[in-house]
């Protein structure tokens, strides 16, 4: 796809001349129009195959996935945590908790120094991504201001999967809020995993 897209930025730039230029912006319209869609779901794509990969290590704790130990200052305390060795959006760090008995990945796949049309956007895509990702197997259900008494005056949505068998289950939820201690909007994924046997 990457060289698609040079070899075409290539080819207009070497057509100079002005009896062209409709024909250049066309065609790079065109071009777009095909290869933006195109990364798009290739990203969705790779989201999809880490999330399951994390999914599936939730089952026994996360163990295939705890990598580096690191810690993180909550309210001011310092709580342990391990890098995950897979990250569900690229570029984008997930830390498992250190406890193994009731453990938790979480990621924020998506900040804004302030609420906005775009985070609220990243919010709905990433729902929907996941949804279709993880199929009818998983049972979801959403609270915000349209059916919580507690939510009414704020924008703070909660998206929850779980698992559709019997036993224990894993769980996950998607959440879009002010996240006070970073001062941003963000939309956090978290996902509740099944603890280690004793």
């Given at each position: 796809?990457?060289?698609v897209?040079?070899?075409?930025?290539?080819?207009?730039t070497?057509?100079?001349?002005?009896?062209?230029q409709?024909?250049?912006?066309?065609?790079?319209?065109?071009?777009?129009?095909?290869?933006?869609?195109?990364?798009?779901?290739a990203?969705?794509?790779?989201?999809?195959?880490?999330?399951?990969?994390?999914?599936?290590s939730?089952?026994?704790?996360?163990?295939?996935?705890?990598?580096?130990?690191?810690?993180?200052?909550?309210?001011?305390?310092?709580?342990?945590?391990?890098?995950?060795t897979?990250?569900?959006?690229?570029?984008?760090?997930?830390?498992?908790?250190?406890?193994?008995?009731?453990?938790?990945?979480?990621?924020?796949?998506?900040?804004s120094?302030?609420?906005?049309?775009?985070?609220?956007?990243?919010?709905?895509?990433?729902?929907?991504?996941?949804?279709?990702?993880?199929?009818?197997?998983?049972?979801?259900?959403?609270?915000d201001?349209?059916?919580?008494?507690?939510?009414?005056?704020?924008?703070?949505?909660?998206?929850?999967?779980?698992?559709?068998?019997?036993?224990?289950?894993?769980?996950?939820?998607l959440?879009m809020?002010?996240q006070r201690?970073?001062?941003k909007?963000v939309?956090?994924?978290?996902?509740?995993?099944?603890?280690?046997?004793?």
């Amino acid at each position: 796809m990457f060289l698609v897209l040079q070899s075409a930025v290539q080819f207009l730039t070497l057509t100079h001349n002005k009896k062209n230029q409709t024909m250049k912006t066309y065609l790079l319209g065109l071009i777009l129009s095909v290869a933006l869609p195109m990364a798009s779901l290739a990203q969705d794509d790779a989201m999809c195959e880490n999330l399951k990969k994390v999914v599936d290590s939730s089952q026994d704790y996360f163990k295939e996935i705890r990598g580096e130990e690191t810690t993180i200052a909550i309210r001011g305390v310092e709580k342990p945590y391990q890098k995950s060795t897979v990250e569900v959006k690229s570029g984008v760090e997930m830390l498992i908790t250190a406890d193994e008995m009731y453990p938790e990945a979480v990621s924020y796949l998506a900040e804004s120094r302030m609420y906005s049309p775009h985070i609220a956007s990243s919010y709905e895509k990433l729902k929907e991504a996941i949804t279709a990702c993880l199929g009818e197997e998983w049972v979801a259900s959403e609270k915000d201001k349209t059916n919580d008494i507690f939510l009414e005056d704020t924008e703070y949505k909660k998206y929850v999967l779980k698992e559709n068998k019997k036993g224990k289950k894993v769980k996950i939820e998607l959440y879009m809020y002010n996240q006070r201690e970073l001062n941003k909007w963000v939309v956090e994924l978290k996902i509740f995993g099944i603890g280690r046997k004793v």
